[in-house]
């Protein structure tokens, strides 16, 4: 089982700047970690992804050159740094992994709340 902890979040103007952090524990390999977010009334939506012990990353289409995912092995920590933020990336912040031999996201944090004002 893998247990992840996320944190980071907060309260900023647009524009501003935030590092999530989420910090995963337990027995089972990860092969990959991510990070999706959920505004309220809306679909848990994919932002991010970065494998392991790979360069391997995708983001989503909205955080194209604003977001940046980035990892440290040996901290066991995966990382979001948003930057330009606006309102409309007001939601709370899951990360999730996928442990090797899996294909899907089987593990998630409990997640963080980001709000950007205007």
């Known amino acids: 089982q893998v247990q992840l902890v996320e944190s980071g979040g907060g309260l900023v103007q647009a524009g501003d700047s935030l590092r999530l952090s989420c910090v995963a524990s337990?027995?089972?390999?990860?092969?990959?970690m991510g990070w999706f977010r959920q505004a309220p009334g809306k679909e848990r939506e994919f932002v991010a992804a970065?494998?392991?012990?790979?360069?391997?990353?995708n983001y989503a289409d909205s955080v194209k050159g604003r977001f940046t995912i980035s990892r440290d092995n040996a901290k066991n920590t995966v990382y979001l740094q948003m930057t330009s933020l606006k309102p409309e990336d007001t939601a709370v912040y899951y990360c999730?992994?996928?442990?090797?031999?899996?294909?899907?996201?089987?593990?998630w944090g409990q997640g963080t709340q980001v709000t950007v004002s205007s």
């Open positions: 970065k494998a392991w012990t790979s360069e391997s990353t």
């Open positions: 999730a992994a996928t442990p090797i031999g899996a294909t899907e996201y089987g593990y």
């Open positions: 337990g027995r089972t390999v990860i092969y990959r």
